[in-house]
């Protein structure tokens, strides 16, 4: 196939004067030459296209592919994720991993959050609060756990997100809106164990690739998954393989985690992220449907490596599933 490849680059945005924690979700350019490499190697031929910007000038001359390989982020707004996807279903594109409905949905945690609780999902309690309006009533009792309703990468996430007063709540929630310009997403924290799990397929056919532990060590931020300890995990972070016979919670992990990828209608491959409450049980966190894809340092392949899948046979089965769905 004649496979168009979307993204945005972090070396781009850099040279534009963007500052690092801006670009942060963005890809790097090994990660374009890994995906490059691994369709190669499966037999398509590639173009480079880039963000949306490029994209519509790309549409503008006429250009067309049979699939277009979408990890493109977006910069602006609560629907930069959608972007790419929205235009080309325009154009009658089909494209890799979810539609601009899931992406927006689950770019705002708070959203996602509802449609998990109302599906009848364990997620901890929470509440949206917006920038500029008066602090409402928590409904639910300290510790909280604060981060932006609309970043990733642990961006924002920071020891002062762990909130084990009431009445430090307003400040921090001021602080991050301020920083961040969006609402913050105030939750129940959830004081145990911390996973991911990796989902390949779309629909009844969507599977657990596997599910690691994110283990952190004693020179991390504690407590958390922050942005620090993100970008410092070398030296911060160990993950650990599960399996379902060493670990009993690990089925209940992956069950909840793929309960909460269909019910949101992820396509062809995402990430879930799972945390335990103080007695054990486990919550959905969050869900990452455009999940990073370096081929060493992001959470999907690094799942992929403990389980001795090849990166080619990753990219292929995110493929396959769009073709299947096309």
Not at 17 to 35: P, S
Request: proline share 6%.
């Amino acid at each position: 196939m004649r496979m168009g490849l979307t993204y945005d680059l972090q070396s781009e945005y850099l040279a534009q004067g963007y500052g690092e924690e801006e670009t942060a979700e963005f890809d790097r350019d090994d990660t374009i030459e890994a995906i490059e490499g691994a369709l190669a190697e499966l037999g398509h031929r590639t173009e480079r296209i880039g963000n949306a910007r490029n994209l519509v000038k790309a549409l503008a001359r006429g250009a067309t592919w049979d699939l277009v390989f979408n990890i493109a982020e977006g910069l602006h707004g609560m629907g930069r994720e959608a972007q790419v996807p929205a235009i080309l279903d325009v154009y009658g594109i089909p494209y890799t991993f979810s539609d601009p409905l899931v992406l927006s949905l689950t770019l705002h945690k708070g959203m996602t959050k509802q449609v998990i609780r109302d599906a009848g999902l364990a997620t901890a309690p929470f509440l949206v609060v917006d920038a500029g309006e008066p602090m409402m009533p928590i409904p639910f009792r300290p510790p909280y756990f604060v981060k932006p309703v609309a970043e990733g990468t642990g961006k924002g996430v920071s020891p002062e997100s762990l909130v084990r007063r009431e009445e430090d709540l307003a400040g921090v929630c001021t602080r991050l809106a301020e920083r961040f310009h969006q609402p913050v997403l105030v939750e129940g924290f959830l004081a145990g164990r911390e996973f991911t799990v990796g989902i390949v397929g779309t629909g009844s056919k969507a599977e657990v690739l596997g599910a690691i532990e994110v283990v952190l060590g004693s020179q991390a931020e504690p407590g958390m998954y922050s942005y620090g300890n993100k970008k410092h995990y070398e030296d911060r972070v160990e993950y650990r393989l599960l399996r379902a016979g060493d670990d009993p919670l690990t089925g209940q992990v992956e069950a909840l985690a793929l309960s909460a990828y269909k019910v949101l209608g992820c396509r062809d491959a995402g990430r879930v992220d799972v945390r335990c409450d103080g007695e054990g049980r486990p919550h959905f966190l969050e869900i990452n449907p455009l999940a990073g894809i370096h081929p060493v340092i992001s959470d999907l392949p690094i799942i992929c490596s403990f389980l001795k899948i090849p990166y080619v046979a990753l990219i292929g089965r995110i493929v396959a599933s769009a073709v299947e769905r096309v």
